[in-house]
């Protein structure tokens, strides 16, 4: 794929904008039941909540809407 960096192992998924907020609220759950034995996790789950809420906040601002990717 061109563009793609060595040891760049992302993938693109299509939501709805149901099917975003969905996801959001789960990873918001798993945000909320992760302690500090799971640190790592915790940091990496608050950066994907700030991906989809880019996300969501792109469709809610006339962005791609339905469809929009996460990276």
């Given at each position: 794929?061109?563009?793609?960096?060595?040891?760049?192992?992302?993938?693109?998924?299509?939501?709805?904008?149901?099917?975003?907020?969905?996801?959001?609220?789960?990873?918001?759950?798993?945000?909320?039941?992760?302690?500090?034995?799971?640190?790592?996790?915790?940091?990496?789950?608050?950066?994907?909540?700030?991906?989809l809420d880019?996300a969501g906040?792109?469709?809610?601002?006339?962005?791609?809407?339905?469809?929009?990717?996460?990276?």
């Amino acid at each position: 794929m061109a563009g793609k960096l060595p040891g760049d192992d992302r993938r693109r998924i299509e939501l709805s904008p149901d099917e975003l907020r969905l996801l959001g609220t789960a990873v918001r759950l798993l945000v909320n039941s992760l302690g500090r034995e799971e640190a790592d996790e915790l940091e990496e789950a608050k950066a994907l909540l700030v991906k989809l809420d880019h996300a969501g906040s792109s469709a809610r601002d006339g962005g791609r809407g339905v469809g929009d990717e996460i990276a």
